[in-house]
């Protein structure tokens, strides 16, 4: 993918404010501080488009970026922060459920995990949660950086393991500060999204 122009487009607080292009969507989970705006903004070669440590659990928006007028990603607020009240998680459970459950231009979903851990029980829920819905999905590992080159396998066996991946569900191994995993990733989205 040629990255030509990237834009931040909206801090979405619900469906009337979704862009209305009709260009494919791919949507980002995880939990806070997984490394999911580093990731974005290594995708789309941008120093600072994505903010890197957001103040966890304060931004129940869902955030466009547009790439090239072709396709948007769509950031899904961090979830797992322990200090966010039963409220916010129910507002933030409610906004990514109407979005999953009616967004036709959704055409793939990336769920990070963090490659050094095994994935949190909020990682399970929710990639039980995203696996339910029958949208095709992309487990990420990020920080590949963090874990050296003989202990990759392992970690990626336990993710698998743990999630319950099945065979055909891609795991990539990622990492923002070395660029690993950055071209076979948008090799599947552009397959995922038909560009
Ligand atoms: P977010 O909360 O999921 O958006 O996470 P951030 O992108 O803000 O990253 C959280 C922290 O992890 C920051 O200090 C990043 O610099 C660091 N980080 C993110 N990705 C990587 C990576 O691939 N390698 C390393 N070494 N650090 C990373």
């Not at 050094?116 to 949208?135: C, K, N, Q, T, V």
């Amino acid at each position: 993918m040629k990255i030509k122009q990237t834009e931040f487009v909206i801090s979405a607080v619900g469906p009337s404010q979704y862009p209305e292009d009709g260009l494919p969507e791919v949507a980002l989970a995880g939990r806070s501080n997984v490394g999911k705006s580093s990731l974005i903004n290594k995708m789309l070669l941008r120093k600072n488009l994505a903010r890197t440590s957001q103040q966890p659990g304060k931004t129940q928006t869902l955030n466009y970026y547009r790439i090239n007028e072709e396709l948007f990603f769509v950031d899904f607020p961090g979830y797992g922060y322990a200090r966010v009240s039963k409220s916010e998680r129910e507002a933030w459970g409610k906004m990514i459920e109407r979005y999953l459950r009616g967004r036709e231009p959704l055409k793939l979903v990336l769920q990070l995990v963090d490659v050094r851990h095994p994935p949190s029980a909020d990682d399970i829920r929710m990639y039980e949660w995203l696996a339910h819905y029958g949208i095709p999905m992309i487990v990420v590992a990020t920080k590949a950086d963090k874990v050296s080159r003989s202990q990759w396998p392992k970690h990626m066996k336990i993710i698998r393991q743990s999630l319950g991946m099945p065979g055909h569900v891609p795991l990539v191994l990622f990492s923002s500060e070395t660029g690993q995993g950055r071209d076979d990733l948008w090799s599947m989205i552009e397959q995922a999204a038909g560009i």
